[in-house]
């Protein structure tokens, strides 16, 4: 399960490498948006998993997986920065993103900062030092939801 997480993981994060931030193209743009979230979703999922204890996972994939969600969290600034407010593209990123750019890209930086404490944190796999900061990171993300998101 380790090895299918990490090529996961790798697959997805040369994917989103590859596909260009800021494309002229609105349906471009969300869809490069939404392959970094996707990273971001998968890495919490497994981290989620390791929480609730449905699944074990060595240190150093908690610690990849957090990892990769600081890493969503600076990608997402450039991911962001094409409106796409007034296209025709399906995404559910609300307007607020654009008319709050400081706010929005201050909660991001703040996903990063908690993302790389849950990094340090999951050092030893211990739950128990890892449940404030999955917590902390979960907090950006749901207010991050709630204000800019549909």
Request: charged share 20%.
């Amino acid at each position: 399960m380790t090895k299918g997480l990490t090529a996961a993981a790798a697959l997805l994060m040369a994917g989103m490498i590859a596909h260009p931030a800021l494309a002229d193209d609105a349906d471009t743009a969300v869809q490069h948006r939404q392959d970094v979230m996707n990273v971001a979703g998968a890495s919490m999922g497994a981290i989620g998993c390791f929480m609730k204890g449905d699944c074990a996972l060595p240190a150093e994939v908690l610690v990849r997986n957090a990892k990769a969600i600081a890493f969503v969290g600076e990608m997402s600034v450039p991911a962001f920065e094409v409106n796409t407010t007034d296209s025709m593209a399906d995404t559910t990123a609300l307007p607020a993103i654009w008319e709050n750019w400081e706010t929005f890209e201050g909660g991001l930086k703040a996903m990063t900062e908690a993302a790389n404490e849950l990094a340090v944190a999951s050092a030893e796999a211990d739950r128990g030092a890892m449940g404030p900061a999955v917590k902390k990171l979960g907090g950006t993300c749901k207010e991050c939801h709630d204000n800019f998101r549909e």
